[in-house]
């Protein structure tokens, strides 16, 4: 069954910086679009970043886009997101879904395009 493990989440004074991992397993990794989604308290999920299944090309939300890099590494079986300059309003709880292909025009990645068994997420807390 595909699995998703994510971590590297925790607590960070605003302008602090975090790596965020996931390890894949159950599936062929690297034929899969993998994408970063973010839930903060009382809200829904809101898409935050995306990495093609060979890692070419990179997509990010406009809330965190020159503050964030998406990576991956097909040996390890795993894809990145390293956050800085964190906000308060990054706050949330942090998962990885493996995806589809972005939209055409947006180039974004809905929540409709993201395979089920996302993990349990990671937890980033911004605050002073």
């Known amino acids: 069954e595909v699995q998703l493990v994510e971590s590297g989440g925790g607590m960070v004074q605003p302008g602090g910086s975090l790596r965020l991992s996931c390890a894949a397993f159950?599936?062929?990794?690297?034929?899969?679009?993998m994408s970063w989604v973010r839930q903060a308290p009382g809200k829904g999920p809101e898409w935050v970043s995306h990495?093609?299944?060979?890692?070419?090309?990179?997509y990010y939300a406009d809330s965190v886009k020159g503050r964030s890099t998406i990576s991956r590494d097909k040996d390890q079986k795993a894809v990145y997101l390293d956050m800085n300059s964190l906000r308060p309003e990054d706050t949330g709880v942090y998962y990885c879904?493996?995806?589809?292909?972005?939209?055409?025009?947006?180039?974004?990645?809905?929540?409709?395009?993201?395979?089920?068994?996302w993990g349990r997420g990671t937890q980033v807390t911004v605050s002073s």
């Open positions: 990495v093609n299944y060979d890692g070419q090309n990179t």
């Open positions: 879904a493996a995806a589809g292909p972005v939209t055409a025009v947006q180039n974004m990645c809905p929540v409709s395009r993201m395979f089920p068994n």
């Open positions: 159950g599936f062929n990794f690297g034929n899969y679009d």
